[in-house]
């Protein structure tokens, strides 16, 4: 697989850009969840703007690949990409969590094109993916399946039952992937509820893992091709995430989880990410 620095580039770019309207959009609602979202914005860029075989002139086309976000709460960055893709206009951003705006604080599927799933309670958005993936099985469909997941989520019992029965039946055309930003509302995951090792878990329920980098944006496209080419069994991809990447004051801690910034907070969140422009390094670089 080879992407060219100018297409990779491009990708940090378009994720900074949808940081940025994430902020303006928790702005404007005065409620909303902000670390996940600034976290998902590498991956949400090189997903719809990379990876997805989809079509936002004809959302619902058969063949189009699904992405099922089972952390709702982050659905500001996957409107932000959906918009920015072209399934709807921008200036519809601005009315997150407005009365009768189709773009809620949980997505809805039948509010919004390219929302797959409705989504809210956490837990359940696994095994939503793993019935959309066997249905393609039984259809012979070459779709894939992607589920975002939270870490936080791997309290419920439901994702571990859904875990199980994915590598019961080898859903090699599922791809998982776990935003491990190691934050929870009430807390960091590893005090509440700790998860790990979460990798042997997996692997214990016959998944094929990877780890990465969760703002490597050519490392977790390498890693969803690297998933395409299992045929024996599901892959998850466990994304190391920083919560509210870009905006010093909100990266990992862990009371942004689920709060916006206010007008002040907002202005000093859009100038630094402004100033940062296209790619934002990881701390590996």
Known sequence: MYISHARIKELYSTANQLRQDVIGMLESAGSGHSA????????????????????PKDPSYDERDRLILSNGHICPIQYAALARSGYFPLRKLKTLRSFASPLQGHPHRLSLPGIETTSGPLGSGLSQGIGVALSARLDKKKFRTY?????????????????????????????AVID??????????????????LRDKYEACGWNVIDVDGHNIEEFIGAVFEAKAVYEKPTVIIAHTIPGKGVDFMEREYVWHGMPPNKKQAREALRQLRKLGGKIKSEEE
């Open 36 to 55: 996940g979202p600034l976290g998902m914005a590498d991956i949400m860029s090189a997903f719809y703007f990379y990876i997805l075989n989809h079509d």
């Open 147 to 175: 589920v975002v997941l939270s870490d936080g989520e791997h309290g419920e019992g439901n994702t571990w039952e859904a875990i199980m029965l994915a590598g019961k039946y080898r859903l090699n055309n599922l791809t």
């Open 180 to 197: 491990r930003n190691n934050i929870q509302i009430d807390g960091y995951t590893e005090d509440v509820l700790p998860l790990e090792p």
